[in-house]
Each structure stands twice: as structure tokens, then as C-alpha cells.
């Protein structure tokens, strides 16, 4: 693996820590995220990050595997340009079920 692919898993790594800190002051469930708007821009803008830096990691390395990472892409796309498409049972999804998938493969991918 080269030093740019390497970074951008960093990156992913740091965005979905960042997510999950979130929750250390806030009550972690759908309510409290679906009534905060700057909490949801915040988790917006973690998987904006990640959805790209899968996109550079996939220009850099057209054969590297990562389980979703075209989904990913494509979620950082709808976010960016049909923001309007999203709905917040949507993301809440995908902060609890994938995430902690995502997590777990970019941690053995940096070890």
C-alpha cells in the first residue's frame, strides 16, 4: 500500500472517530440526532470526507478493496449534489450499521 492510499485511510479512520466522538456529549440515538441540525451537518461532513477519500484511494489504486466503497462514494455524492434526497433514517443507518463495519476494516487495512 502506498503513502497515499495509507493517508486516506487515516483520514476515514479520523472522520469516523470524529463521528463517534459526537456522541460522547450527546445522547446517541435517532431523536436526539434527527432534532440537532448541527450535529447532522457535522455527521454530513465526516461522510463527505470519507466518501472522498475512498474516491482518491480508488483513483490511486483502481484494484484496492474495500467492502462498500463505491456505495461510499456515491453517498458522499448525494450528499454533495442531492442534499435534498437525504433523508435522516437514512444516515442514522449508516452511522449505526456501517460505520462500525468501515471502522473495523480501516483499521486492520492501516495494521
Not at 442534499?83 to 437514512?90: A, P, V
Amino acid at each position: 500500500m502506498n503513502e497515499r492510499v495509507l493517508k486516506c485511510l487515516y483520514d476515514v479512520k479520523i472522520a469516523v472517530e470524529e463521528i463517534d466522538s459526537f456522541f460522547n456529549t450527546e445522547s446517541r440515538n435517532f431523536e436526539n440526532y434527527k432534532g440537532n441540525p448541527l450535529l447532522k451537518r457535522a455527521i454530513e461532513r465526516n461522510l463527505e470526507i470519507i466518501g472522498e477519500a475512498m474516491n482518491r484511494i480508488l483513483k490511486e489504486d483502481p484494484d484496492f478493496h474495500l467492502e462498500n466503497a463505491k456505495r461510499i462514494i456515491g453517498l458522499r455524492n448525494q450528499i454533495i449534489h442531492g442534499y435534498d434526497t437525504i433523508s435522516d433514517e437514512s444516515i442514522w443507518g449508516i452511522i449505526t450499521n456501517h460505520l462500525p463495519r468501515l471502522k473495523t476494516e480501516v483499521d486492520s487495512l492501516i495494521k
